[in-house]
């Protein structure tokens, strides 16, 4: 295969360092037509679906576009912001903050967003960041808690991207944050803040996205780091365990998924007569149709029809200032080592190392 030709780019440009915030992607609009060649790509990833490639296209394209395209644009139209999808709202919120606190910190990185299925899309941000001559990237998921149908897609992406250039950019990849104290804060204060407001539940619901048990089997550390974050942040509010719960929601499919699953466990509460609960969902860092929708709305119903009296659902981390901080120390743990401090002071050590240069001729002269 040819290696396309580098393209023309201004030398010298400064950041020459970026950081890309990666999320799972959305449709363009809430619209059967639009749904359709975004969950064709997002399920044709065998990241995501790990059945024979043949089996699976025939099930892909002849029952699940067919039937869900429509059924799934008609919940994101429930759910749908005037700027548009909400995890795409909120991950460009994110990435404009980092990009502003980052800066206020003295960094000199260019922040920019990119999905992993629709738009925009990786391979389209990563060129981009090659023609403004930024060679050195670090990848960061939106996933705090690592799995290979996520985060490891992700990663996927961007070698395959680079498995097509010819002068490839340093790369370094966020592999999760579960366990961050920031992380951990940030979910911590968006709770107090919660409770405070509305005073608090018996029982803290956490949420998170399901996969199948047979990952777990397989050695996907997804479960593990669930539970490490529950654990964290239940450490962090002070709850007992029996104060708390973790749960797994959107299950697809017939087979097997993590248990328990979160449906069922809301109309188990509701039935042994637990009145109110608080529902978070601490794996997504933005609202989006699975939180805003099947959570807040039909997992909401189920409990409040079941006999629940009060659902409350805790926002997602989203555009909060402390996440924000959080998400901010996170990049720049990892950017630990590039230079990528302001002009000003990267003008400074400039000056710092052409004096060194000078004195080092001067002795090499001296010794001549
Ligand atoms: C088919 C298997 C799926 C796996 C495995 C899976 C894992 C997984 N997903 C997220 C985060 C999100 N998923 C979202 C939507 C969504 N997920 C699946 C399927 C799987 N996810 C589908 C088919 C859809 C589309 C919506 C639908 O038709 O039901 C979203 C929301 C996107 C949005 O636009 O708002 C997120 C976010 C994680 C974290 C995860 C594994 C850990
Ligand atoms: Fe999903
Ligand atoms: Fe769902």
Redesign the pocket.
Known sequence: MAFKKEPEYRHGTLPRTAVVLV?????DAPTAGA?RPY?KE??SDPR??EIPRLVWSLILHGIILPL?SGK?AR??ASIWMKEG???KVYTERQAKLLQGLLGERGHEVKVVYAMRYGAPSMPQVLDQLKTEGCDRILVLPA?P?Y?A??TASVFDAAFAHYAQVRNVPELRLVKHYHDHEGYIAALRDSVLAHWEQNGRGQKLVMSF????KRTLLLGDP?HCECHKTARLLAESLGLGRDDYLVSFQ?R??KAEWLQPYTAPTLVQLAKQGVERVDVMCP??SSD???TLEEISMEVRHDFLTAGGKEFHYIPCLNDAPGWIRALTDIAEQHLLGWPTMSNAASREQAAREAEVSRRQAELMGAER
Do not use: A, D, I, M
């Open positions: 999320n799972l992607g959305t449709p749904v969950l997002f399920l995501v679906v869900r799934s919940k994101y999808s909400p995890l996933y808690q799995s149908t996520t996205h399901g996969v199948p997804y959107s697809f499919g794996g997504f989006c149709l699975e």
